[in-house]
């Protein structure tokens, strides 16, 4: 699976849209970009995923670049609540479905 | 529907000790999978399996067993514990091949002293 370079850390204002980057240049054809992220250490939560085009949940939306090596994750309206760590996994569909998560990034949603 | 399920939610070992954590979804679902996280560092996967009564390693998967007798139960088996596996277990679900979303449990804090 191919792995990917998120900032260390990020700061929002709350109602302030979020973008939080992924670089993942040696992703391959069939690799998914998924991106959870994990509240206060409680368990990590899916957020979205997608393969080549732009994807759109009640969450966020995600945004891949045409050449697949990046992609942006965007909280239109963070809130407080947004606060967590954020995992960005590029991974292959397949008979595991295994993630080996990266150490993400530390987004901080100020008032 | 309660999801996955982890028991017990805390507990301290002496070294030496052994001890098993048990995992339960209500899902139905094919894959299972038991991570550990150390503080301020992500997740790193132990063991998982792709189906009732399989199992392979993860990354970390020297001195923990698995087993998968049942498909909604995924137990993690510590036969002497030290105090490099005090950390935080997360146990995940998921459907399988075509619907890979994980889902996580709450976790469960293991101190090894």
């Known amino acids: 699976d191919a792995k990917t370079t998120q900032p260390t850390s990020m700061d929002c204002a709350e109602g302030r849209a979020a973008n939080l980057p992924c670089n993942h240049s040696t992703i391959s054809g069939n690799e998914y970009v998924y991106w959870y992220r994990q509240i206060h250490s409680q368990g990590p939560q899916y957020i979205i995923h997608g393969l080549k085009n732009n994807e759109t949940n009640e969450m966020a939306s995600l945004i891949i670049t045409e050449d697949r090596k990046s992609s942006t994750l965007i909280l239109p309206h963070a809130t407080l609540r947004d606060t967590a760590v954020y995992y960005c996994?590029?991974?292959?569909?397949?008979?595991?479905?295994?993630?080996?998560f990266g150490q993400g990034t530390t987004l901080q949603v100020k008032p | 529907n309660a999801g996955v399920t982890q028991t017990p939610k805390f507990r301290v070992l002496k070294t030496g000790q052994s001890m098993t954590l048990l995992c339960a979804q209500d899902?139905?679902?094919?894959?299972m999978y038991w991570y550990r996280q150390d503080p301020g560092m992500g997740l790193r996967l132990i063991h998982y399996?792709?189906?009732?009564?399989?199992?392979a390693k993860g990354e970390v998967p020297d001195g923990y067993n698995v087993s998968r007798l049942k498909k909604q139960n995924f137990l993690l088996g510590l036969e002497s514990a030290a105090p490099s596996q005090t950390s935080v277990y997360f146990c995940a679900s998921s459907g399988g091949r075509g619907n890979e979303k994980l889902f996580f449990g709450s976790g469960t804090q293991l101190s090894v002293l």
């Open positions: 996994i590029v991974r292959a569909t397949g008979n595991t479905g295994k993630l080996i």
């Open positions: 399996s792709v189906g009732e009564g399989t199992t």
């Open positions: 899902m139905n679902h094919e894959y």
